[in-house]
């Protein structure tokens, strides 16, 4: 029924169930049933309550920013999330906020490396000497490599000046190159002050 739904519409659908186990179960049945360029994402619930002084699972915020990546996304197919009740409860930040620290980086666009660098570390990146993880960057000279959560692999852009000269991909276990891109986008990560936009610390509730 999800997938004769989603072919007649053709929009972005949140599926909301009961259970956490339930959520991640549909998610993996609708990988299955939905076509194969359909986005389905989980937005995951949190491993700790809202006003725990801990920090989440890094791995459950990421799947909470790759909801809200391809929820904000502009063109491709409509995704799909499955979110139990408990994801929900968690505030976060709404979508002009989410999207405001949103860019897209392309081959030949103006844009210093060092404010590159700037605005991925204020956008929750972590500095790393190698680029490992999802939600790391790091800068050598006028290469820049970074990996936003929500893509599979992260992203070496090369730097003529302030010019961006070629964007790559590339293997995170042996650093090498895997194939050429004409752009990518870069959405927040879960870490460091812009967390958050995903997960509100409890003096952004405010009064209830």
Avoid at 9 to 25: H, I, N, Y
Avoid at 65 to 86: E, F, I, K
Avoid at 160 to 187: C, K, Y
Wanted: proline share 12%; charged share 25%.
């Amino acid at each position: 029924m999800t997938a004769a739904l989603y072919e007649v519409l053709r929009l972005p659908l949140l599926l909301v169930v009961p259970e956490p186990q339930r959520a991640r179960r549909l998610k993996e049945e609708l990988l299955a049933w939905l076509p194969p360029d359909a986005p389905v994402e989980l937005f995951a619930e949190l491993d700790v309550l809202p006003y725990e002084k801990l920090a989440p699972d890094p791995e459950l915020l990421r799947a909470r920013v790759r909801a809200l990546a391809a929820l904000g996304r502009d063109g491709g197919p409509p995704p799909v999330v499955v979110a139990s009740a408990a994801a929900l409860a968690w505030r976060t930040a709404p979508p002009r906020l989410f999207r405001q620290r949103r860019l897209v980086l392309e081959r030949g666009m103006n844009i210093p490396p060092e404010r590159l660098m700037a605005f991925l570390l204020a956008a929750g990146y972590r500095h790393e000497d190698l680029v490992e993880r999802p939600g790391a960057a790091s800068r050598r000279g006028g290469v820049v490599d970074l990996y936003p959560p929500h893509c599979a692999a992260p992203v070496r852009l090369e730097f003529w000046g302030n010019e961006v000269e070629d964007i790559r991909t590339f293997d995170p276990a042996t650093q090498r190159s895997l194939g050429g891109v004409e752009a990518v986008e870069v959405f927040p990560a879960p870490a460091g002050p812009s967390i958050a936009l995903i997960v509100p610390m409890p003096d952004s509730y405010g009064s209830r």
